[in-house]
Each structure stands twice: as C-alpha cells, then as structure tokens.
C-alpha cells in the first residue's frame, strides 16, 4: 500500500516555471515507478511524463518534451516534476501515480494515486 501527497501547484505565468513534488509513504518506494498525469476541465486524464523504479528510464508525452523533467530521490520517497517553459495549455489539476508494473503514461497501469494538484498558467 502507498499513499501519495503532490505539492507545488498554483498559478504562474506563462513561459515561468514550477516545480511539483509527490511524497510516497512505505518503505519499498523504490519498486514503484512513478507517473506523473494531469485532468484539464471537460478533458480526459493524460499521461505526462513516467520513470522507473531507479531512475534510469524515463518517459515523457510529446508536448512536454523538452519542457518537463521528471526525477525521484528515493531515499526521500519523493518524486518531482520539473516544468519550465509552461504554457496556458499545461492548466490542469496534476496527479502523481505509483505502479508495480512497468512505468508508462497508461492510466489504467497505475495502482495508487495522489489527491492532485492544480496548475494554473495565465498567459
């Protein structure tokens, strides 16, 4: 069992940057990959960026290629998100995601969720 709690959100500019954190409770966090989604309103939930459980795969939706970087500590039990470069379309709520499995931007993959966090950029 993990519980997740995601921070960092809020309302910046567009073209500024913010940085999003997900705490994981347990002591195995690092047999969990790691996802990071995100809900716009009147949208599906996407898949933004995934990494493995060492860190050493990563994988990131088209559009935030280049923008967003995902990383874990595990001896923290935190995962973040790192977005520069936001634009008014990254405006939605975010959501971390653990998984057993193999990390992918798949929601149906992942077994344990965060309550979100929004993210509001203005243009």
């Known amino acids: 069992q993990v519980q997740l709690v995601e921070s960092g959100g809020g309302l910046v500019q567009a073209g500024g940057s913010l940085r999003l954190s997900c705490a994981a409770s347990?002591?195995?966090?690092?047999?969990?990959?790691m996802g990071w989604f995100r809900q716009a309103p009147g949208k599906e939930r996407e898949g933004v960026a995934a990494i493995s459980g060492n860190g050493g795969s990563t994988y990131y939706e088209h559009s935030v290629k280049g923008r967003f970087t995902i990383s874990r500590e595990n001896a923290k039990n935190t995962v973040y998100l790192q977005m520069n470069s936001l634009k008014p379309e990254d405006t939605a709520v975010y959501y971390c995601?653990?998984?057993?499995?193999?990390?992918?931007?798949?929601?149906?993959?992942?077994?344990?969720w965060g309550q979100g966090t929004p993210v509001t950029v203005s243009s």
């Open positions: 995601a653990a998984t057993t499995n193999r990390g992918t931007l798949i929601d149906t993959d992942y077994n344990y």
């Open positions: 347990g002591r195995t966090f690092s047999r969990y990959a």
